[in-house]
């Protein structure tokens, strides 16, 4: 089916149009999508049907000044660079939480004694729900708060996309400030 009879069909709403529309381009679209976001990334599949619902939307706009195909990529590669932007974003912001809640944590207590005792008792628990985190988690948390590795470098040793390795890091750092959250909590050391 060419790009003019596919277009028309589908303004028209035409079932035989979308269906091929669907079949035909959907591994396309998901192979962009892994290749940018990472291979098995979970957001892939929802990039893909982003990328439709976007096309369906603008489908009255496009102009044929590029194949369709064309077209449907673009749309996908920038939903795809979007997700990444977003995933930056998280862990930016859950950088600053786990920052917030060391200082506020620090000054919470006058007393430098009670201060030092606090802070170490922190670190036990930091230490210890580590410890109780899956082996995947706790590497990634190592490679990158203790080695200093760049994200870079953590997807090249990981081998997966630096996208994957933002999103990893940001679900295991959530993770790991829960579960401080919550000992740190039942110890009397930080009230939630």
Not at 71 to 95: F, P, S
């Amino acid at each position: 089916m060419d790009d003019r009879t596919l277009v028309q069909g589908l303004l028209q709403k035409d079932k035989t149009s979308e269906e091929y529309f669907f079949q035909n381009y959907r591994p396309r679209l998901y192979r962009i999508a892994t290749f940018i976001l990472g291979f098995n990334d979970p957001e892939a599949e929802d990039v893909v049907q982003e990328t439709f619902l976007v096309a369906i939307q603008e489908l009255p706009k496009f102009e044929f000044r590029s194949t369709f195909l064309h077209w449907l990529r673009r749309i996908c590669v920038y939903r795809c660079y979007e997700r990444i932007r977003q995933r930056k974003r998280q862990v930016v912001n859950l950088d600053e939480d786990i920052e917030k809640f060391a200082l506020q944590g620090a000054l919470s207590k006058a007393d430098e004694n009670t201060e030092k005792e606090e802070q170490t008792a922190l670190l036990q628990i930091l230490k210890t729900e580590k410890q109780g985190m899956g082996e995947k988690c706790r590497e990634l948390l190592d490679l990158r708060d203790v080695q200093g590795k760049s994200y870079a470098e953590l997807s090249k040793h990981l081998k997966v996309a630096i996208g994957t390795v933002m999103s990893r890091l940001a679900r295991c750092k959530e993770a790991l400030k829960q579960k401080v959250l919550k000992a740190a909590g039942k110890r009397g050391l930080w009230n939630a």
